[in-house]
């Protein structure tokens, strides 16, 4: 089955600096990225998401990078704030329906962004 | 309003016995699933449902047993339990199955002793 592999278990950046998060993946039929946050004591709150088709995705502060070839795809948050600051999943799916739905997920990075 | 509900917030069972976890979702979604998180594994899949059809079960032990009364409920009944069993299982549900976003709630933290 699908491997999602997380680089960083955590990183410390200063307010105002990017933060890139780095993940791989062994299902070459994976087709769908999303990242997640997750604040301490609480739910997984979907961030941003990249399909295959395209290889940057940007939303406000947040771009998604692909790299099929590498199977690799990364999280840059710029000019980060404190409220940036959580655990980052990175997960990845076949992107079709029954058994190509399930979500397989990194183990999370713990950011801190500290003022 | 909460639109993914999971009830109970918090449960201790003693190993053994057997619990249900409750979740309904009032975002209209025609899939729901079934993911747990503990501290010796990442987030984990276990099962999906489409239009209350089970889709796919990645959960070996035959003591998992999703169920659903309702399109908009998924509950989780969980039999003999384990102290390995302790996790907090969070629902999730998307408008279809496939390559979409999807909605989690806000998890049940169960312990089993």
């Known amino acids: 089955g699908e491997k999602v592999e997380q680089h960083e278990s955590t990183l410390s950046v200063r307010e105002g600096d990017s933060a890139v998060i780095n993940c791989t993946y062994t299902d070459t039929a994976s087709s769908y990225f999303p990242w997640y946050k997750q604040e301490a004591g609480k739910s997984l709150h979907f961030v941003i998401d990249i399909r295959s088709n395209v290889d940057r995705k940007q939303s406000q502060r947040l771009i998604v990078l692909l790299d099929k070839k590498a199977k690799r795809f990364s999280l840059h948050i710029t000019a980060t704030q404190p409220e940036d600051s959580a655990i980052y999943f990175c997960a990845a799916s076949r992107g079709q329906q029954g058994t190509g739905s399930k979500l397989s997920f990194g183990k999370g990075a713990k950011l801190t962004v500290s003022p | 309003d909460p639109k993914i509900i999971q009830k109970p917030k918090y449960l201790v069972a003693v190993t053994g016995s057997e619990k249900i976890l409750i979740c309904e979702q009032y975002l209209g979604h025609n899939a729901m699933y079934w993911y747990r998180q503990s501290a010796k594994k990442p987030l984990e899949f276990m099962f999906s449902y489409s239009y209350q059809k089970l889709m796919d079960n990645q959960t070996a032990s035959s003591r998992f047993q999703p169920q659903s009364s309702k399109k908009n409920h998924l509950d989780l009944q969980i039999t003999a339990l384990k102290p390995d069993d302790s996790a907090t299982y969070f629902c999730?549900?998307?408008?279809?199955?496939?390559?979409?976003?999807?909605?989690f709630g806000p998890g049940t933290r169960l312990t089993v002793l």
């Open positions: 999730a549900s998307s408008q279809e199955l496939g390559g979409i976003e999807q909605y």
